[in-house]
Structures are given as C-alpha cells and as structure tokens.
C-alpha cells in the first residue's frame, strides 16, 4: 500500500519566519506534487516534482524531490499571512495521469 | 475559462436517505476523478474515469457508492442508504487525461448525514 506521511500536522508561526514541512513515504513515487487548499476551495497544484533531487523554486517556496523519489519537501522563507492554509503532498496511484495518493496535510497558519 | 464546477455546494439529508452530486469538468477535459476529503485528512481517491468508462473505482469504499458519466463530460455520484460516517467533502477534479496533466479541482460538495 502506498501511503504519504506528512509533518508537521499543524504549525502555526509569525510573520517572517521560515519554515519546512516534510513529505514520506515507503514507496517510490514517479512523481510528488504539493497542493494548497484554502477553506471551501479544492486544492490547486503548486509544483510536481518528477526528477530525485530535482529542486524547484516558486517565489519564496522551494520545493525538494529525494534523490530515492519516496519523499519530498517544501520550504517557505519569510512566511506571509497570505502562505495560511492547507499544504499537501500527492504522488500518482499508478501509471501517470490517473489517481494520485494525497498525505494528510500540513495545517499552516501564519499570524501577522 | 470555467473551471470544475460542482453542485450542491452543500447538502443535509438525514440517514438512509439517497442523494446525488454532480461534477461538472472542465471543456474537453477527457479524464475525471472523486474523492472524498474528511474532516482533518487529505483527499481520497474514490473513482476515475477515462471518458465514459470507469478506469478506476478501487477506491469506492462500498456497493453504496456509484457513479457514472452517460456522455463522457458531466459526471454524478450517487450515495445510497447514506450513513453519518459518508458526511465529508466530495471533490471532483478533471484533466485533459494524459500522462502527467495537472488535476484540476473543484471547491466541493459539503454533504452532511444527519
């Protein structure tokens, strides 16, 4: 069974802080993506990462892929209260382009 | 451009009854995908499909479950004899179904199983 650990579950800090949170698993994934969820919306993608060791960058997100493609990380530097909300990992259930396996989610909150 | 709509956005119904949500997917987006979000966890894969067909419906917890997609865009989840534990939100999320596309979610159907 594949299944993604996800760390922290909650972290709640202020304004300007860095922070990571950290995506395992098991399983060798062919790819991981990480979503951000906002209350009463679904998820929208903010990277995949398909490569092991790849890192990708989005503004003040970075993204890591391991170099055994089973876990991943996404580092926020400076945080905004804008970065509040639910961040998750997901990798694909089989080939690519069908279900994807989502972590529980890391619960993000960021006080000004 | 329209994204994934679904409908209700919320529903109560009251235990043992049966109810219906629908997805609407994104134009020309072949593949279509539920799941199902509890209180404090991450999405879980219910079913996908590839067109009209059911490529993938491993993740339907039980024969209460079904779902279909008569004409390949507009998909509805049928919920019979509803139990409080079915209370989550249901996410419906489409691509274009090729390999590696990106998932596009709708915001959700809140069903609450009084």
């Known amino acids: 069974t594949q299944l993604l650990e996800q760390s922290p579950q909650f972290l709640s800090i202020q304004e300007g802080e860095n922070l990571t949170v950290y995506c395992n698993s098991s399983s060798v994934f062919s790819s991981l993506q990480w979503y951000r969820q906002e209350p009463g919306e679904g998820p929208v993608l903010l990277v995949t990462?398909?490569?092991?060791?790849e890192v990708k960058k989005l503004k003040r997100l970075t993204f890591q892929f391991g170099d055994a493609r089973k876990d991943s990380s996404l580092h926020i530097t400076a945080a905004q209260p804008g970065d509040t909300g639910l961040y998750l990992c997901?990798?694909?259930?089989?080939?690519?382009?069908?279900?994807?396996?989502f972590g529980k989610g890391t619960t993000l909150s960021v006080s000004s | 451009g329209a994204g994934v709509s679904q409908t209700p956005s919320n529903k109560v119904t009251e235990k043992g009854k049966y109810v219906e949500l629908r997805c609407d997917p994104i134009s020309g987006h072949t593949a279509l995908y539920w799941y199902r979000q509890s209180l404090g966890q991450g999405p879980e894969f219910l079913i996908y499909?590839?067109?009209?067909?059911?490529?993938?419906d491993s993740g339907l917890p039980n024969d209460r479950f079904f779902a279909v997609r008569p004409e390949g865009s507009v998909s509805t989840l049928k919920i019979q004899r509803t139990e409080r534990g079915d209370s989550a939100v249901y996410l419906c999320?489409?691509?274009?179904?090729?390999?590696?596309?990106?998932?596009?979610f709708g915001p959700g159907t809140r069903l609450l199983v009084l």
């Open positions: 999320a489409s691509s274009l179904g090729l390999a590696g596309e990106t998932q596009y």
């Open positions: 997901a990798g694909a259930k089989g080939q690519a382009g069908t279900a994807l396996i």
């Open positions: 499909f590839q067109g009209t067909g059911a490529a993938d």
């Open positions: 990462v398909v490569t092991g060791g």
